[in-house]
Structures are given as C-alpha cells and as structure tokens.
C-alpha cells in the first residue's frame, strides 16, 4: 500500500480526556451514553457525499472514522470500530485499525463493531438513565433493545429508567470553548480572512459570482480547509435573498456583493459575512445604509459581554438599525411604532447571532427556565445584523434592491469581547482601498 502516514491525533489527548471527564462526571450514576458514527450520506445512486463525522462523536473521540459508537459509563469509555480491511484499503486507503483509534482517541478498550450487537443488552439493562440521541440519525436498535430489556422483566432484565438527549449535558459542554478551541477558531478566521480580502479586491463588474467562490475554495484548500457551509455570494438585489447559494449571476458595476463565507478545518468553524461594492466605490446611498449596519456590529459587538444575552445583543443591534432605517426615510413611523409592531422585520428579519464552534449553528441552549440566558467566558457566538431592502415603490430609489450583512465571530471573555474575524476588512475605508 501506499505510504499514507501514521494515524496521529487530530485533537490531543489531555484535550478529549478533559471533555469525555467533563461529560462523565455530569453523567448520572449507573447510566450509560451512547453515540455512533454519522451515516454514510448519497450523494446520488451509489455515489456518496465526502463523510462528515458526527459532531458529539467527534467532540469526545477526535475519530473521523466511518461506522462506530462510543460507550460512556461514569468511570468507563469504550469505542467500537469497524477495523479497515485490504479489500477496503484498495478503495479508500488505510484505516485506523484499533491499536491506532485508541491512539487517537486515547480510549484503549476499542472493539470490534461486529461485538457491539451482542454487547448492547449488557451495556442498557437496569441503567438509571440512557443518554441517547433520539431522532437524527440515530440507529432503532438501541430503542428496540431498551424496549426488549423492559418487556423481558420476568427474565430479570429492566430497561433504562429513563432516556435523555445528550444535549443536556455534552451540548452544555460544547457550548463553552476551551483554549485549545479557541486557538483553533483562531486559525480558521485567519484563513477566512485572508479569502475574503483576496476577494474584495478580485471583484470587478464582469466578474461571476462564481468566479469569487472558486477563489475561496482555492484558499480554504491551500490550507486545508473547507467552506464551513454552503458560501453566500450574492451581488446586487440577491443579497435580499437570505440563503442565496446559486452564485451564478455576472456582477454589475454600482451593485455590492453580499459574501457569507468561511472556513472550516477539523470541523472547527468560521462564520463571516462582508458586503462591498463590485467597482471602486460604494455609492453614497450604500454607504449610508451600510454605515447603520456597520455601527450596529460594532455596537453589538461591544455588547457581547458577560452577563449580556443574546436576546440583549440583539436590541442593541435593532435599536441602531430602526434608528437608521427612520433617518435615511426608508421607515415611515417612529421607533416605538415599529418596534410594537415589528415593521423593521420587512428589513431585518433573522436574530443578531448565534453559537459557534464544531457546528456553524452550533448546540447548546439559548434560553435556561424561559428566560435567555447570559453569557459566560468562553461561549463564542456570531454577530451578524443586516439590512434587506426590496424593491418597492414606496422605497427611496436609491437604496431599493440593497443587501447589507456584516459579521463577525465573538468570544466571550472576563474582559472586552474577542473578536476573532476582526482582520477581515470591515471599515468603508480599507474596502476601498483594497480595490485602487
Ligand atoms: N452562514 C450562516 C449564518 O450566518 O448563520
Ligand atoms: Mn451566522
Ligand atoms: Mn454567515
């Protein structure tokens, strides 16, 4: 075979000891988590999508391997793996075999996926709780056998006493990011920025949208990274459509593009939007509009700290917006109006952020007993306002058909708000500039 290299950790080890410790001391006694692998998904026919592991499996393993499961007890960890074989070694190379997935994970009891089948009734009977991603993608036959244990009773098995999501405790560790993380969030902003500001100066009336994201593919790739997510390149009016990936369409000169885009590396993601003008200029209507939604981040931004919420972030955020929406005669009625009847949402209709980290919405609760929840150190999260303004008759001509999204990623600290994407070019000026 090829020489491929050694299977090295893709996470250290003392990092997947902390949260697999973190996450079995939150266990309750007697209970039992199970997680498995993330399904092969088609593409179409026999043709699969590139494998993306599950994220929980992932987060607790660092294994990107295909087809496994981990067990979790309080004191104990097992992963079960189905080891490479030649015959697979010619399609897809070699596989971690289970000497080199206990290198890797740190877990040195790794079994055969073949034994999982027979080990599961003993690892479900009597626990006091069985931690279990319940819809997804999750397999049935961890349910059937709960369900088996329970009505076999007479034989002396008993099922779980209950079955929980995962969530309530892996998320809750997800959500507060080591440094480890963060360097590594560090890494994957730079790689954003630095795709985004090759792009900024790239644009030139003529040019395809399509055109600027194969740029960002060639420098997500030359590090090693992927797009985090399907990348937004929108110019003109297609930045009013929020989930815009078709980025087919030529760019005009006077248009702006809206560029949600970023990279992703060990499934450690960016999320970053810009908008800036195809020619050398923003107009001076976009640069009034843009100026609103530029100091409604920054306002926001510095918001985002201890003790905020996400929920406070986000009024900040709209109380600049509506503000700016009166003053450039794009609203018609007062800001109270609006707010009490939430006119602005015709301009401005997503939240201001969200959680980030090994997923671009990344888990954890947003709310705790009904009431949202505040920001600790460590919770990263995007802030993204924006401002969408159709195309109507009852618009001022200059700003109709304009898209205006600018965001960044923000880490939570016991001081000032980390902002990690900040080198990616943001002020009117340095947009410019990029493009003399
Ligand atoms: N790129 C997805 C989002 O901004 O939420
Ligand atoms: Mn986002
Ligand atoms: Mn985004």
Redesign the pocket.
């Known amino acids: 075979m090829p020489d491929m290299g050694r299977f090295g950790p893709e996470i250290p080890l003392e990092e997947l000891q902390r949260r697999r410790q973190a996450c079995q001391q939150q266990m309750e006694p007697g209970s039992v988590l199970i997680l498995h692998t993330a399904p092969k998904r088609i593409m179409s026919n026999d043709v699969a999508y590139r494998f993306r592991q599950d994220s929980d499996f992932y987060y607790l393993t660092g294994l990107p391997v295909e087809e496994g499961a981990l067990v979790l007890q309080p004191e104990k960890a097992v992963v079960y793996l189905k080891p490479g074989s030649p015959e697979k070694e010619i399609w897809e190379g070699p596989q971690p075999n289970l000497e080199e997935s206990a290198e890797m994970s740190g877990i040195q009891d790794s079994r055969n996926l073949e034994d999982l089948d027979k080990d599961l009734e003993g690892w479900i009977n009597g626990t006091s709780a069985l931690y279990y991603t319940y819809g997804n993608d999750s397999p049935d036959k961890i349910l059937e056998t709960a369900q088996r244990l329970l009505i076999r009773g007479r034989a002396g098995t008993s099922g779980p006493s209950k079955i929980v999501h995962p969530a309530l405790l892996l998320h809750e560790l997800r959500l507060i990011k080591s440094d480890w993380e963060i360097q590594r969030m560090q890494e994957t902003a730079a790689i954003t920025a630095e795709a985004h500001t090759e792009i900024i100066r790239a644009a030139r009336p003529g040019t395809g949208e399509f055109e600027l994201e194969a740029i960002l593919h060639r420098v997500f790739r030359s590090h090693n990274a992927w797009e ?2 399907p990348s ?1 390149v929108a110019g003109g009016e297609r930045a009013c459509i929020l989930h815009y990936i078709k980025n087919d369409a030529i760019l005009k000169d006077g248009d702006m593009v809206l560029m ?3 990279a992703s590396r060990g499934y450690i993601h960016s ?3 810009r908008t800036f003008p195809v020619g050398p200029h923003f107009s001076q209507a976009q640069k009034d509009l843009y100026s609103v939604v530029l100091n409604a981040q920054k306002k926001a931004v510095e918001a985002s700290v201890v003790g905020a919420t996400m929920d406070s972030v986000h009024d900040v955020a709209l109380d600049i917006l509506i503000e700016g929406l009166i003053d450039l005669g794009i609203l018609k009625e007062s800001k109270e109006e609006s707010l009490e009847k939430k006119t602005y949402r015709r301009f401005y209709m ?1 939240r201001t952020g ?1 959680w980030i980290g090994y997923d ?2 990344d888990v954890g609760s947003y709310y705790l007993q009904g009431q949202p929840r505040t920001f600790v150190p460590g919770m990263v999260c ?1 802030v ?1 306002p924006g401002l969408y303004i159709p195309s109507d008759d009852d618009i001022p001509e200059a700003f109709r058909g304009q898209g205006i ?1 600018i ?1 960044d990623d923000i880490v939570i600290t016991e001081g000032p708000p980390l902002n990690l994407t900040k080198a990616v070019p943001v002020e009117i000026e340095q947009i410019e500039e990029l493009k003399c």
Do not use: M
Request: proline share 0%; aromatic share 6%; net charge negative.
């Open positions: 985090a997510y937004i949600d885009a970023a999320d970053v939007t997503h969200h671009v919405h995007t993204e999204r965001e």
